[in-house]
């Protein structure tokens, strides 16, 4: 039968209280991330051996700009085992705009999203034993659209519309 030190309870106590606060924590082992980041376009690169969020979708943000801003982003993710979940997030209510699973082969997606009051690109990543994967996002300003004018209809009237006029009566007056 083992023998229980008071270090020993202390230490497990200690380890049952803060495994709660684990749960919800992105953890990447051999994290390698590299960005170039401007306030017009810009990229964030993220690869890692092993992924584990414990099924919890863990809230990431890039911080783009100091206000928000529409943006035209990509996302790029891949996995050689287990699964990895990104959300795109849009707007201040942090909505859904699109979701990307990877898979071995790649996967990728693209979509208009708003970034949030405080000018940063939201998204979450999920992942459950994750073996060597890597995500890529891309942003850049959305396309402007072009504004080309269709001419006015012009109006030519054709003989069945043009107007006859009757002759009218001559009236006179006697005083």
Same mark, same amino acid.
């Not at 039968?1 to 497990?12: A, F, N, S, V, Y």
């Not at 054709?158 to 107007?163: H, L, Q």
């Given at each position: 039968?083992?023998?229980?030190?008071?270090?020993?309870?202390?230490?497990?106590l200690?380890?049952?209280l803060?495994a709660?606060?684990?749960?919800?924590?992105?953890?990447?082992?051999?994290?390698?991330?590299?960005?170039t980041i401007?306030a017009?376009?810009?990229?964030?690169?993220?690869?890692?051996?092993?992924?584990?969020?414990?099924?919890?979708?863990?809230?990431?943000?890039?911080?783009?700009?100091s206000?928000?801003m529409?943006?035209?982003?990509?996302?790029n993710?891949?996995?050689?085992?287990?699964e990895?979940?990104?959300e795109?997030?849009s707007?201040?209510?942090?909505?859904?705009?699109?979701?990307?699973?990877?898979?071995?082969e790649?996967?990728s997606?693209?979509?208009?999203?708003m970034?949030n009051d405080?000018?940063d690109?939201q998204?979450?990543?999920?992942?459950?034993?994750?073996?060597?994967?890597?995500y890529r996002?891309?942003?850049? #300003?959305?396309? !402007? /659209?072009?504004?080309? =004018? @269709?001419?006015?209809? +012009?109006? *030519?009237p054709? #003989?069945?519309? !043009? /107007?006859t006029?009757? =002759? @009218?009566?001559e009236? +006179?007056a *006697?005083?």
């Open positions: 039968m083992p023998k229980w030190t008071l270090t020993h309870i202390r230490q497990m200690l380890i049952g803060l709660p606060l684990l749960t919800g924590c992105l953890l990447m082992a051999g994290r390698n991330e590299q960005a401007t017009d376009l810009g990229s964030q690169n993220v690869e890692f051996v092993s992924s584990d969020t414990n099924g919890e979708a863990v809230l990431q943000a890039l911080d783009i700009g206000q928000p529409l943006l035209d982003v990509t996302f993710a891949k996995v050689d085992s287990g990895l979940v990104i795109v997030l707007g201040e209510q942090a909505n859904v705009a699109f979701t990307l699973v990877a898979s071995a790649g996967s997606q693209r979509g208009i999203v970034s405080v000018g690109l998204y979450r990543v999920k992942s459950t034993n994750a073996r060597n994967g890597s996002i891309s942003y850049q #300003p959305p396309p !402007t /659209p072009t504004f080309t =004018p @269709t001419p006015s209809p +012009t109006w *030519t054709t #003989p069945s519309e !043009t /107007p006029v009757e =002759p @009218t009566a009236v +006179t *006697t005083p």
